[in-house]
């Protein structure tokens, strides 16, 4: 009964983020706000990883394929594919909810605990709409984080294999050209806007019903943390499933 009172309590607490609106005014800001604290300051981190780890793909497939028949092109292949498909937009979420949900867990966490949110519901204003809302929208863009994350995860591939003498830059082009489907492309961006909306709301959730003091916030931080990460992985199980079966 606890599981099913929470996962009530979540969809409530998502109606109520859509009721009476803060101003337009306001609320430009507080998305911008976000959008710098949430998009713009994970770029850095998202940027590093990518591109090694795009590079670490490339060098595992060209040392794992030891049969000479194999053309070099097969490791471009599995490069676009691996990160295309899994490692961009499900290994960088993964990435993004130990960095973003605790960020939006403690923020909204603190202000329960400093009693910031009923200051709010005392002026008449809506404090789900003020404080969560404004992350939905700003994490909207997070599918351009992870449209730069596979560039620069091919890009790492690319820079590995040819430097590494693993493949010429050819080779690894026309691996990355053959046999594309479009809808793979398509497959990953859902997914992405999923695990945004995921990413936005549960570490909301976790920080808005905290209760306790400084202590909990941490908690709360690590609960979210962990909660949001089951949800990416279950709900990029349950897509892959519906879209690629």
């Known amino acids: ?19 009476k609106p803060t101003k337009t005014s306001v609320l430009r800001n507080l998305v911008l706000k976000e959008i710098d604290d949430l998009i713009i300051g994970s770029l850095g981190i998202v940027c590093f990883i990518s591109f090694f780890v795009g590079g670490v793909v490339a060098i595992q497939t060209a040392l794992n394929m030891d049969n000479p028949i194999l053309p070099k092109s097969l490791i471009g292949f599995a490069s676009r594919q691996s990160i295309i498909l899994e490692f961009a937009p499900t290994f960088i979420s993964i990435i993004m909810a130990g960095k973003v949900s605790s960020f939006i867990t403690s923020s909204i966490g603190t202000m329960r605990v400093t009693e910031q949110i009923d200051a709010l519901e005392v002026m008449g204003i809506n404090s789900l709409n003020y404080l969560v809302f404004p992350k939905i929208i700003a994490m909207l863009f997070y599918p351009f984080v992870i449209a730069i994350a596979m560039f620069l995860g091919i890009l790492g591939g690319y820079t590995a294999a040819v430097l590494g003498g693993f493949a010429t830059g050819d080779q690894f082009i026309q691996g990355l050209q053959e046999d594309f489907v479009p809808f793979q492309l398509v497959y990953a961006f859902i997914k992405t806007f999923v695990f945004a909306i995921l990413l936005a709301t549960i570490p909301s959730y976790f920080g808005y019903y905290m209760k306790g003091g400084a202590l909990e916030v ?28």
């Open 218 to 245: 941490g908690k709360a931080s690590t609960t979210s943390f962990v909660w949001t990460s089951v949800f990416i992985i279950l709900s990029n199980y349950l897509i892959t499933q519906l879209l690629l079966s």
């Open 1 to 19: 009964m606890g599981y099913l009172k929470e996962i009530g309590l979540y969809f409530m607490m998502l109606k109520g983020v859509f009721i």
